[in-house]
């Protein structure tokens, strides 16, 4: 049963829901300017577009949807591992500081689904990278590991928990060394978890991975392994929506899904939208102030109608 969105006024405007509202809370919160639907767009096939908020001083636009979990999917990204790869290209942030580099699943930004791993180490220089290290290797900080016989167990474990943990595996074979890769993916079919498979174009390997094909529930040949990600998982209308409109106004464009305290998603845009807003603020009691925080009906002052 779809819930009717409460009009709330806050601020001089009337949002046209009590989610939108929060938001500006919390931009509030933050010290954050804001206009409420300052303009609309003409966007051609995708019709008239109505963007929820401008950032004059961040160069932001921000579109708010609930959170939707319904057709959400857990996402495990196999293929051969190196500094910089195409993951970071679906899911930019999925380094962490090297205390702990296993979050265990994030919100994709470009997709809305969750991405369970593998995460790595972060270190620009690329030192976590290396033979056998997935990722999680010595870094210039330091090793976190012991022995290699504690990192690989470590990455055999935090592997084998993702994709126990996932709806689907997503693979992209840009060789055929890709040992460890095949190897989850078997688990994921004994697991009988959902195995989309891209192969990269320029590889003409179908007689060799023929068994692969008949396990996948899909598998087919690809330019880039971002281009088979966006096939499997597109993004959604409103995604398509505030980037068509970041690129014309050659801004930053992000869909937030679920209040503030929710908003968890990795992409570039989300990285550079939570460090535009961030400027050394407490984020999070923000976030808290802003799911708790009450509205009055009637509240004194006259709030901006919507543009039409």
């Known amino acids: 049963m779809d819930i009717k969105p409460i009009e709330t006024a806050y601020n001089g405007y009337l949002f046209r829901s009590r989610l939108e509202a929060r938001w500006a809370v919390f931009f509030d919160e933050l010290g954050i300017k804001y206009e409420y639907e300052p303009e609309g767009f003409d966007l051609g096939e995708h019709g008239w577009y109505l963007p929820d908020f401008w950032l004059p001083e961040n160069n932001i636009w921000v579109e708010i949807k609930p959170k939707n979990n319904q057709n959400q999917k857990r996402i495990y990204l196999a293929g051969k591992i190196w500094k910089n790869d195409w993951r970071h290209k679906i899911a930019h942030g999925i380094r962490d500081s090297g205390t702990n580099p296993w979050p265990y699943s994030l919100q994709c930004e470009e997709s809305g689904h969750e991405i ?61 060394d890709c040992y460890g890769t095949l190897i989850e993916l078997g688990y994921a079919a ?78 570039f845009a989300a990285a550079m939208f939570n460090f535009a807003l961030s400027k050394g603020r407490n984020r999070e009691q923000a976030a808290i102030s802003a799911r708790q925080a009450r509205f009055e009906h009637g509240q004194v002052g006259s709030p901006k109608k919507w543009a039409v």
């Open 190 to 267: 004994a697991l009988e978890k959902t195995i989309n498979v891209a192969v990269d174009k320029s590889l003409s390997v179908d007689n060799d991975l023929w068994f692969l094909a008949s396990l996948s529930n899909s598998y087919f040949h690809a330019e880039t392994a971002i281009d088979a990600f966006n096939t499997y998982y597109p993004r959604s209308e409103s995604a398509k929506k505030i980037q068509i409109v970041g690129d014309k106004m050659r801004s930053m464009a992000v869909l937030c899904e679920g209040d503030p305290l929710d908003h968890k998603r990795i992409g």
């Open 116 to 176: 369970t791993g593998p995460f790595f180490v972060s270190c620009d220089h690329g030192c976590a990278h290396g033979d056998g290290n997935h990722g999680c290797g010595e870094t210039c900080m330091g090793d976190r590991f012991h022995t290699t016989e504690d990192r690989r167990r470590f990455v055999k474990d935090e592997c084998l928990e993702a994709i126990r943990n996932s709806t689907d595996v997503f693979a992209w074979i840009s060789s055929l």
